[in-house]
Each structure stands twice: as C-alpha cells, then as structure tokens.
C-alpha cells in the first residue's frame, strides 16, 4: 500500500447507541470500542497513515453522567498500561492532546508513562484527544505562542492539517475537533458504530479519500 504520510482523525462515535440497541449498558459499548481503537493503530501504519488522532473524550463529555465518565476513564487508563509497552515496540509513539489538569490522577499518571515509553516511536504517531475542546486548544496556543500570531505558527502550535476526517454512527458533525486542522480535511461519514469499525471500514474510507480530488481551491487536476 501506498506510503503517503496520511494524518487521519477518528470521531469514534456510537458505542453508547450500540451497546442500549444490544440491551446491554453504554461502557459495554465503550468497552467494545477499545477493541476497534487496537485494530484501527494496528493496521494504519501499512495503510500510510503516518498521524492517527481519536477523539476519546471530550470537554462537553463532562456532562456525562459521573459513573459513565469515570468508567471511560478507567478504560483509557488500562488500554495505556496495557498497549504502551506493545507500542513501544512497534514505533508507535503515543501523545495526549487536551486538558491534563482535569483528569484523575491515575490517569494522567499512565498517560505520561505511556509517553515516555512510547517517545521514540517515529511509525506512527498516535494523538489521544483527551478533555478536549478544538476552541480551547485554540486559545490555549494563541495565549501562548512567543512567536507572533500567523497561520504558520498557530498551525505549528496546534498540530498537523487533517486529511481525512472519519467520523462513526452516521453523525455528520465535528463536536469541537480540529476546527483549524480541517480546514481543507476531507469528511468521510459512516453509519457504523464504532464498535463495528475496523480494518475494513479503514481501508474502505482511505480507498475512496484516494479518488477524491483535493483541490485546495485550485483547478481540478483534469482541467490544470
Ligand atoms: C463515543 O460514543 C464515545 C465517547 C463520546 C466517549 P458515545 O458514547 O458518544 O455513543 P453514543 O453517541 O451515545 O451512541
Ligand atoms: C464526540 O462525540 C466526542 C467523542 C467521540 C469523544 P459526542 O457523542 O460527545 O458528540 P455529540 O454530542 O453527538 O455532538
Ligand atoms: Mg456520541
């Protein structure tokens, strides 16, 4: 498959829906889910995928009620005690975007090992959006670029531009992600649940993102 340093982002949506359609309650959906996120870092490298940023959780998910909340969380904290170490030897390097202040102590705790240990990995760059909020992260470098404010350096302070977009459960919307980083991302939507995504659906989405032409409001490549 084609090397072509893909940054992908995943709004990983549904596994509460999922779950309460299979009578069960929502964290066996969340649950579920962590075995889509081992597939999809798994199998991105080969598929060119250079960047992978999920969106775990939210600034807005605190609204969630406390159990469930608390529930995600521990669920975030054992894939990183469990996966850091495979990581590590896989060349994947995990990195936490968002809030750090928030979160429980245990989990900031594991993800800061997970990024020690992961540091070197230089195959794939795993971003875990936590506590997120793309508005926020927005201020946040604004207030602090030592440089001045120029498309350049806040896309500096931010991260990488998105190329493809995917987002599960049939919602077509960004729930405050990446607002910048999209600015010319291309939005793959499916109604799969997240716990129903995999290697499949991955390689579909990048199949069909391959035949879109990305004119960054340029001509199209046939009329150049
Ligand atoms: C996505 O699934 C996971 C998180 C937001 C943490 P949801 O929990 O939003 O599932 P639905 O949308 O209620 O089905
Ligand atoms: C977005 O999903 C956040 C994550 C997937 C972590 P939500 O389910 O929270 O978003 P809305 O409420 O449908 O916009
Ligand atoms: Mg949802």
Request: glycine share 8%; aromatic share 8%.
């Amino acid at each position: 498959m084609k090397a072509d340093n893909l940054h992908v982002a995943i709004i990983m949506d549904g596994n509460g829906r999922w779950a309460t359609e299979r009578g069960l309650p929502r964290i066996a959906g969340h649950r579920a889910g962590v075995q889509s996120v081992r597939s999809v870092v798994e199998a991105a490298p080969q598929m060119g995928i250079s960047v992978l940023t999920l969106y775990a959780f939210s600034e807005d998910n605190w609204s969630r009620p406390r159990r469930e909340v608390m529930a995600l969380f521990g669920l975030l904290r054992r894939y990183l005690m469990l996966e850091a170490k495979a990581a590590a030897g896989q060349g994947v390097r995990i990195q936490a975007i968002g809030r750090r202040d928030r979160l429980p102590a245990s989990l900031s705790a594991a993800l800061g090992e997970a990024e020690e240990l992961t540091g070197h990995g230089t195959r794939l760059h795993l971003r875990i959006a936590l506590d997120y909020s793309s508005r926020g992260a927005l201020i946040d470098a604004a207030r602090r670029l030592a440089s001045p404010l120029t498309r350049e350096s806040l896309s500096q302070a931010l991260g990488p531009d998105v190329d493809l977009l995917i987002r599960t459960s049939g919602e077509q919307r960004l729930s405050d992600f990446l607002l910048w980083e999209c600015a010319y991302a291309e939005f793959h939507f499916t109604a799969r649940k997240w716990p129903e995504f995999g290697t499949q659906e991955l390689s579909a989405a990048l199949n069909e993102f391959r035949h879109r032409d990305r004119r960054f409001g340029g001509l199209a490549l046939k009329l150049a």
